[in-house]
């Protein structure tokens, strides 16, 4: 049974050009959470998507990130017009379907380290 | 936003020796985890607490869910080499579904 699926693993980009993340998650897993790691740095909790359902974006930057995750095929982190700021390792978790009092644990992937020149 | 302090920022020791790092947060949580992370890979869970006051063992590693539910601990006895690592603590306000908020880790060196 794959674990959390996350390319690519590196990607570089220069200012002002679209990056774009994907994360396929655990099989059987239907929700998925994006992390942003700085150097030095714990994760910091971006969004958290069910299947064609944006649940929790709270902490996505208000402009130029976004994210899907489609009926089909992996969640996707979009970020327009990067810039050297952005620069960060991107982390995706998946869980299972919640059931109520039980925690479902996130399992993390192994990041995309994103480099912005 | 919630905030956890996470301390020591890094630690050096021998190995054999125990190791005991903590996390406080102003706020309260339900769920307490404690992450490893090696390098360019993602944290991996290690021990999940959640009642106030409960103490679990994952082999040599040992953690805590302080009583005021605002404060956990992670002990590692008789370290070995491969323990070396970034702990992260990280606290979840409700027991699934839900964001985690991540300490800010500790860098554990363990010399040979």
């Known amino acids: 049974n794959a674990g959390v699926m996350q390319n690519p693993r590196h990607l570089v980009r220069r200012r002002g050009q679209e990056a774009r993340l994907r994360c396929s998650p655990m099989k059987g897993h239907s929700h998925v959470y994006w992390y942003r790691q700085l150097p030095e740095e714990g994760l910091k909790f971006m969004v958290y998507l069910q299947k064609e359902n944006i649940i929790d974006e709270s902490g996505m930057p208000k402009e130029r990130f976004s994210a899907e995750f489609p009926k089909e095929g992996p969640s996707i982190l979009r970020i327009q017009q990067v810039v050297r700021g952005d620069s960060a390792a991107y982390f995706c978790a998946s869980s299972s379907r919640t059931s109520g009092g039980a925690y479902n644990e996130q399992f993390f992937g192994p990041g995309t380290r994103l480099t912005v020149l | 936003g919630q905030q956890l302090n996470q301390s020591p920022q890094s630690m050096f020791i021998q190995e054999g020796e125990d190791v005991s790092m903590n996390c406080t947060s102003s706020s309260i949580f339900n769920t307490w985890l404690w992450y490893k992370q090696d390098p360019g890979e993602g944290p991996v869970l290690l021990i999940a607490?959640?009642?106030?006051?409960e103490l679990t063992s994952n082999g040599r590693l040992t953690a805590q869910f302080g009583i005021t539910r605002k404060d956990s601990f992670l002990n590692i006895s008789a370290s070995i080499p491969s323990d070396v690592g970034i702990y992260f603590c990280?606290?979840?306000?409700?027991?699934?579904?839900?964001?985690?908020?991540f300490g800010e880790g500790t860098q554990l060196t363990v010399n040979p």
């Open positions: 607490l959640y009642k106030a006051g």
């Open positions: 990280a606290g979840q306000p409700g027991t699934s579904g839900s964001r985690l908020t």
